[in-house]
Each structure stands twice: as C-alpha cells, then as structure tokens.
C-alpha cells in the first residue's frame, strides 16, 4: 500500500498541507495590534515580516461621554453620590446613553478599520485586542455591579471592534496584558521581543511609547493565530 492511500493518511496530508496553507497565508498578510484607553485606541499593524506597516491613535465616538457605565451609570444607581463630580442622571436615562454609544462606538469602529485597510498594502487578516472579562447580560445588570461598571466601558469599546472586525472577515486574536509579550516572542520564533521592539521604534521615530509597543506585541502574537 502506498503512502497517503488509506484513510489516516489522507487525513494526515489534508492537516499537513491545511497548516502549509495557513502558514502561507500568514506570510503574506498583516495584523493589527490594538492598545486601549477609553474611546482612544492606538492600532499597530504589522506586515507579513513584522515590519511596521502603520501606526494610528483612533477615536471611536466623538461628542459623547466616554464612560457611561462608570460614571452615569454609577451615578443613576447612587454610587458616588458624595464625589464632587457627580451629578444626578436617572437610570432609563444612563441606560439610553450606554446604548448610544454602543451604536456609535460600532460605527467608529467599522469607519476606523475601513480607513486602515485602505491605507496598508497588505491585506489585514487578523486584530489582536486585550481579552475581556465576563460581564452580567443586561445593561442595567452591569451599571449595578460595581465591578463590572468599572469594565464594562472599556468592553465596550474593545467588543466594537472585534465586531467590525469580523464584519471585514479578520480573525479576532484575545490576549492577556500579562502574557502577551511572552506570546509575541513564541510566535517569533523565541527572539528577543524587547530587542525587536526597540528597533521598530527607533525606525518608526517617536512617538513609541509603552502602548504603541503593547500593541506591536499584540500584533505579532497575533500573527502566529492565523
């Protein structure tokens, strides 16, 4: 019996070649590592080489208030109550915003990454984005638990990319904030991710600060998932 004709082995040349084919498309595609603060977030994407493609701070809602879950939510519920800052919001009424800026964090979202693909020459198969914590189902579910209100708006921001993303047919890469540089330096095939770093940044010229080199490792963790 020759190689490759019983059904094992077809299977093991059909995973065999499915993995060429992967490794091959990762060659030849770029990712995008992103860096949260807010409604702010700084977008690194990287070529098939894992040379710098583009660098890019986006602002995914304009005019609205940025944490809807923390603070007028948390407001609405009476949480804060004794801050300088707070003010009276009722709950129906911190729900709508929290849902108006779900809608506009979605469009900016998908405005942003159509901008990006249109500015790289290399077709983006992948984003990586900061792993997010489970969170209660309902909006009001959320605002009332302190601790979810306290990373529900970062969620938030962060699930409207992954969505816009998904609707540009890219895989949606996870990481950890405390692994990911260790996962970048895997997918690199153990070189020294701190030493790679450096000298994107120095090539790229400033700024190059901690969360643009968070998102350059995030990039390239990301590259090794696709």
């Known amino acids: 019996m020759r190689f490759g004709d019983n059904a094992h082995d077809r299977g093991t040349t059909a995973e065999t070649r499915g993995r060429g084919m992967a490794k091959q498309r990762a060659r030849t595609t770029a990712t995008v590592g992103v860096a949260e603060n807010g409604n702010s977030a700084e977008l690194v994407t990287l070529g098939p080489d894992g040379a710098l493609l583009d660098r890019r701070r986006v602002d995914l809602t304009h005019g609205l208030p940025t944490h809807p879950y923390h603070h ?3 407001w609405a519920v009476g949480r ?10 009722a709950l129906a009424d911190a ?3 929290v849902e108006r800026v779900q809608a506009a964090a979605a469009e900016g979202a998908a405005a942003c990454l159509a901008a990006l693909a249109t500015a790289v020459t290399v077709p983006v198969a992948a984003i990586s984005l900061r792993a997010c914590a489970e969170l209660p189902a309902s909006t009001e579910e959320r605002i009332r638990d302190a601790r979810a209100a306290s ?4 969620i938030l921001y962060r699930e409207a990319l992954a969505q816009a993303a998904r609707a540009r047919g ?3 890469h996870w990481y950890e904030r405390e ?5 970048a330096g895997a997918a690199t095939g153990g070189k020294d991710v701190e030493t790679l770093l450096r000298a994107m940044g120095h090539a790229a ?7 643009h080199k968070l998102a350059a490792a995030a990039a390239l963790a990301a590259g090794a998932s696709v």
């Open 170 to 172: 890219w895989h949606v």
């Open 179 to 183: 692994t990911v540089f260790r996962e």
């Open 72 to 74: 007028e939510g948390s």
């Open 80 to 89: 804060y109550l004794n801050s300088a800052w707070a003010r009276p919001v």
């Open 151 to 154: 990373m529900a708006d970062s």
């Open 95 to 97: 729900i709508a915003l």
């Open 205 to 211: 010229g400033p700024p190059w600060q901690a969360r």
